[in-house]
């Protein structure tokens, strides 16, 4: 039960900060608490920089640690955009 906890520490969080849903696609305990990584599809900020009004997404991975008592003590995007290219 306790990973389920986890996990929607976790996916509470990103809610609150990205204002944004995710997807788990990993969870893990170490030493120091857990660690959970989540998959988030997101608009490019790439062609968003570049004015271009595209729809354009992003699958991005953040990864967030949590302590024992599941305070969310570090959140970062590990993963970089998928990028796939049609053959020419």
């Known amino acids: 039960m ?4 986890v ?3 976790v ?7 990205l204002k944004k849903e995710g ?6 305990k170490t030493s120091e608490g857990w660690e959970v990584q989540v998959e988030v599809i997101e608009e490019s900020a790439y062609m968003k ?3 271009i009004p595209a729809r354009v997404m992003d699958r991005n991975v ?19 955009p998928m990028v796939t290219r049609r053959a020419s």
């Open 62 to 80: 953040y990864e967030a640690k949590l302590s024992e008592d599941l305070e969310v003590v570090s959140f970062e995007r590990v993963g970089q």
């Open 23 to 28: 997807t788990i696609i990993k969870t893990s």
């Open 49 to 51: 920089a570049l004015g």
């Open 2 to 5: 306790k990973i389920e906890l």
């Open 7 to 9: 996990n929607r520490a």
């Open 11 to 17: 996916l509470g969080f990103l809610r609150e900060v």
